[in-house]
């Protein structure tokens, strides 16, 4: 097996060719300038990486100075034009890096720091004071109450009712 490039030589802006995952099987390379560097070390199948055009793949050599018109019509071709910029590294546009930061309704992203932990309440319309928090904010649930067949003197919900009516035989 040939020798991949380690972590010292693949670093964003970096000319590498990659083997994309669809052509594994074939082991056909396209070139490309490094965006972000995805694996943290170095890996014996080659680091992975995505590329300024947003494919992903693993770096199998060092491409020369610049890209060939070649390899430029491939990026052409087979980059997708709809592609969101916001993807995992499964290539899922829904799914998101914690780390990318929230996006709300509308795409754009907030800072964190605008993020409170009443922020999942926000569009809830379900008849429940959101912003009183706590015990309170839970509905309240009508209980019934019940009169101790012992000794008739005890009003209470059931959980009082039997521990009311043990104390009557202990």
Do not use: W
């Not at 926000?122 to 309240?140: F, K, L, M």
């Amino acid at each position: 097996m040939p020798r991949v490039p380690t972590t010292a030589a693949v670093f964003p802006g970096a000319n590498v060719n990659i083997v994309l995952k669809a052509d594994q099987p074939t082991g056909r390379t396209v070139s490309g300038t490094v965006a972000e560097v995805l694996t943290r070390g170095n890996h014996p199948r080659g680091i992975k990486v995505r590329l300024v055009d947003n494919r992903v793949g693993r770096v199998q050599s060092i491409a020369g100075a610049s890209v060939t018109t070649t390899d430029a019509a491939n990026i052409e071709s087979e980059a997708l034009p709809d592609e969101p910029q916001s993807t995992n590294t499964r290539g899922n546009p829904r799914a998101r890096r914690v780390r990318d930061g929230p996006v709300d309704v509308r795409g754009e992203e907030q800072p964190l720091a605008t993020i409170g932990l009443d922020a999942g309440n926000a569009g809830d319309d379900d008849g429940v004071d959101s912003h009183s928090g706590g015990i309170e904010s839970q509905p309240q649930q009508e209980q019934e109450v019940s009169t101790c067949p012992v000794c008739s003197d005890f009003n209470g919900d059931v959980a009082a009712l039997t521990y009311h009516v043990q104390s009557h035989f202990d």
